[in-house]
Each structure stands twice: as structure tokens, then as C-alpha cells.
């Protein structure tokens, strides 16, 4: 039987959709500038500042920043060390979260200690360039997987979300002959899904978005990721200089290059969050529901 909706409550309803579609423009707004500004043409966003619809677009940013084959070549390293260093993250932390998840570990409460003082604590830029200088990872890609394997704050969430798995589980599997190798990879993290999804994202994210270190530990200009090579190109713009023409024949303004580069360095992880948003608001609330 459906109960009628009081005035009260049509007026309550009426509210949140207002609010979250203002919330939700407020949200948009600055990625719909950034695109639009940077598909605008030169005298337009002189004259307009800000554009939300370009009159007449053009992609003359684009061609600039993408004149040089090395904007595309460090758009494939990008991928290579998101894609290789989120699976290095979900598998480090899974092997590591699972076992601290069970109560029949001895000493987890201290181990978990350690993890959460890692949180708040930290050897600092010196000594972990010189660890990663002696362990003989500088200039490759190493030095930006290994040194942030497992995220505290991550190994957490997942540990959580273990914990809520069924211990009837694992009693069958242990019955059925299965390791503690065999139950994770079978049994827990199939059944993780959620979790795992959120994760991803997060690791991914990351490591998309790993520039300094990036900066600090590969010298090789051309194993350089979007990120940095894109900075460069803002740091070059804003100096008048093209990195792409030494006769300086074709220099766009700071502005529009910026625009187009926060949208070169932005929308290919956003393509991401689709295919993993019905898993990551499930997989935090689990995560997070218990330590």
C-alpha cells in the first residue's frame, strides 16, 4: 500500500533536488571552464576571460601541446605505471591486509600500530631518495611502484572489509584442503569485489597523478610521464618560448595552454570512474564500517 506523501514532505523532496542540482553545477562548472576555455579561441578568452561556450572553438591548444611526439610517447608511460603499479598496490595490499584481518594472527594489534603510525609519520624526502638511490632504483620505474606499494589508509579499508567476510568461509575451504594462499585468491578477494573496485580507483588515481616523485627519481627526460612533461610545457609557455620550434614562430599564451593541459592530464582518469562507480561507494561504507 503507498502511502501518500504529506505537503511537508513533497516540500522536503523539492528542496534536495534543488540542492543537489545546484550542488551538482557547482561540480561542473569548473570542468565545463576548463574544457571550454581550452577549445576557445585567443581573441575570445582575451576579451571574455571566462567561457563556457566558445563561439568559435578551435583546437589550436591541442596542436600545440600534442605537436611533439614525446606528449604522446609520455602518455603511454602514464598508462604503463598506472596500470602496472595499481595492480603492484591491490596486490601488496590484499596479501598483507588478509592476514592482519584474521583474529588468529598473533601480534596483528602491534602490526597494525606500525601501520598506522606510518600515517602520521615519515622518513622524509632526503632519506627515501637516498634509500631508493642505494637500493638502485633511480631512473626507473621501480622507484615509483615500490616505494608506495600499500597506502596505509588503504590496507585499512581493506583489512575492514575481510573482516566482514563470513569465518564459515574459510572453515569450508580449510575442510575442502585450501591454503591460506588458495582462500584469499579464490575465496576472499572474488568476494571483494566492492572493495577492490574502490581501491583501484584510489591506487589509480595516484599513480596518474604521481608527479613529484616522478620529477625526484626518473632523470631520464624520456621515461618522464604527461605529468611532468606537461609542466614543463606550462613552465616554457609562460616564458614565451615553444619547446616544440626553435624559431619561436608559434607561442600560445599561458592561459590557454594551461587549460588544455589540466584537460589532457584530467580526462583520461575520469574515463575511469564510470565502470567502477557502482562498486565505490559500496566498497568504502564496507571498508569502513569496523577496525
Known amino acids: 500500500m503507498k502511502i501518500a506523501a504529506t505537503k511537508s514532505g513533497k516540500a522536503f523532496d523539492i528542496f534536495n533536488y534543488i540542492f543537489l542540482a545546484i550542488f551538482a553545477l557547482l561540480m561542473l562548472l569548473p570542468l565545463l571552464y576548463v574544457l571550454s576555455g581550452s577549445l576557445t579561441s585567443d581573441a575570445e578568452l582575451s576579451l571574455k576571460k571566462v567561457v563556457l561556450i566558445p563561439m568559435e572553438p578551435t583546437l589550436d591548444s591541442y596542436r600545440y601541446i600534442l605537436k611533439s611526439g614525446i606528449i604522446l610517447q609520455s602518455l603511454m608511460y602514464s598508462i604503463w605505471i598506472t596500470v602496472v603499479g595499481t595492480a603492484i598496490n591491490i596486490f601488496s595490499t590484499a596479501v598483507m591486509a588478509y592476514p592482519l584481518s584474521r583474529r588468529t594472527l598473533r601480534g596483528r594489534s602491534v602490526v597494525m600500530r606500525l601501520v598506522i603510525f606510518t600515517m602520521l609519520?615519515?622518513?622524509?624526502?632526503?632519506?627515501s631518495y637516498l634509500l631508493v638511490k642505494e637500493l638502485g632504483m633511480l631512473n626507473s620505474y621501480w622507484s615509483l611502484w615500490l616505494p608506495g606499494a600499500i597506502a596505509a589508509f588503504n590496507l585499512i579499508l581493506m583489512k575492514n572489509f575481510f573482516q566482514e567476510l563470513p569465518d564459515?568461509?574459510?572453515?569450508?575451504?580449510?575442510?575442502?584442503?585450501?591454503?591460506?594462499?588458495?582462500?584469499?585468491?579464490?575465496?576472499?578477494?572474488?568476494?571483494?569485489?566492492?572493495?577492490?573496485?574502490?581501491?583501484?580507483?584510489?591506487?589509480?588515481?595516484?599513480?596518474?597523478?604521481?608527479?613529484?616523485?616522478?620529477?625526484?627519481?626518473?632523470?631520464?627526460?624520456?621515461?618522464?610521464?604527461?605529468?611532468?612533461?606537461?609542466?614543463?610545457?606550462?613552465?616554457?609557455?609562460?616564458?614565451?618560448?615553444?619547446?616544440?620550434?626553435?624559431?619561436?614562430?608559434?607561442?600560445?599564451?599561458?592561459?590557454?595552454?594551461k587549460l588544455a593541459v589540466i584537460s589532457v592530464a584530467t580526462l583520461p582518469i575520469l574515463c575511469i570512474y564510470p565502470f567502477l562507480q557502482k562498486y565505490f561507494a559500496k566498497g568504502v561504507l564496507l571498508g569502513s564500517v569496523k577496525g
Do not use: H
Request: with cysteine; hydrophobic share 45%; glycine share 6%.
Open 121 to 127: 609519520f615519515s622518513g622524509g624526502m632526503i632519506p
Open 168 to 257: 564459515g568461509i574459510e572453515e569450508a575451504a580449510k575442510i575442502d584442503g585450501c591454503n591460506d594462499m588458495q582462500i584469499l585468491f579464490r575465496m576472499a578477494l572474488p568476494l571483494s569485489m566492492p572493495s577492490i573496485a574502490a581501491l583501484t580507483l584510489f591506487y589509480a588515481v595516484s599513480n596518474w597523478n604521481s608527479f613529484f616523485n616522478a620529477l625526484m627519481y626518473i632523470q631520464d627526460s624520456n621515461k618522464w610521464p604527461i605529468q611532468v612533461w606537461l609542466q614543463q610545457i606550462v613552465i616554457l609557455s609562460q616564458a614565451g618560448y615553444d619547446p616544440n620550434n626553435s624559431t619561436t614562430e608559434f607561442v600560445k599564451p599561458p592561459e590557454t595552454v
